[in-house]
Nanobody, 118 residues
Framework: QVQLLESGGGLVQAGGSLKLSCLPS????????MGWLRQAPGKQRELVAR???????YYASSVKDRFTISRDNANNTVVLQMTHLKPEDTAVYYC????????????WGQGTQVTVSS
């Protein structure tokens, strides 16, 4: 079992920045990678960024060069730094754990709202 606790998010003007943090706990040795996914109203959930246990990263083309995913080992958190935010980045953002056994995102955080005003 893995638990994920998210923090961050909120309201920001276009061009601004926000930081999201995710604190995993429980059987973290069973996690293959951590991802940030988002879902906007009326749209499918999409993978925004991913960081593996080996620190390799993936970014959706829509956020590449604007978002950075990283591990803060001192605090055991996964951070998504979002810069140059656009109104189309508005969504509920979820931290999720991709498990070694299934390679699926089997555990999810509670979600945090990010709203970018124009």
């Amino acid at each position: 079992q893995v638990q994920l606790l998210e923090s961050g998010g909120g309201l920001v003007q276009a061009g601004g920045s926000l930081k999201l943090s995710c604190l995993p706990s429980g059987s973290i040795f069973t996690i293959a990678a951590m991802g940030w996914l988002r879902q906007a109203p009326g749209k499918q959930r999409e993978l925004v960024a991913r960081i593996s246990s080996g620190y390799s990263t993936y970014y959706a083309s829509s956020v590449k060069d604007r978002f950075t995913i990283s591990r803060d080992n001192a605090n055991n958190t996964v951070v998504l730094q979002m810069t140059h935010l656009k109104p189309e980045d508005t969504a509920v953002y979820y931290c999720a754990a991709q498990m070694r056994a299934t390679m699926k995102y089997d555990y999810w955080g509670q979600g945090t709202q990010v709203t970018v005003s124009s």
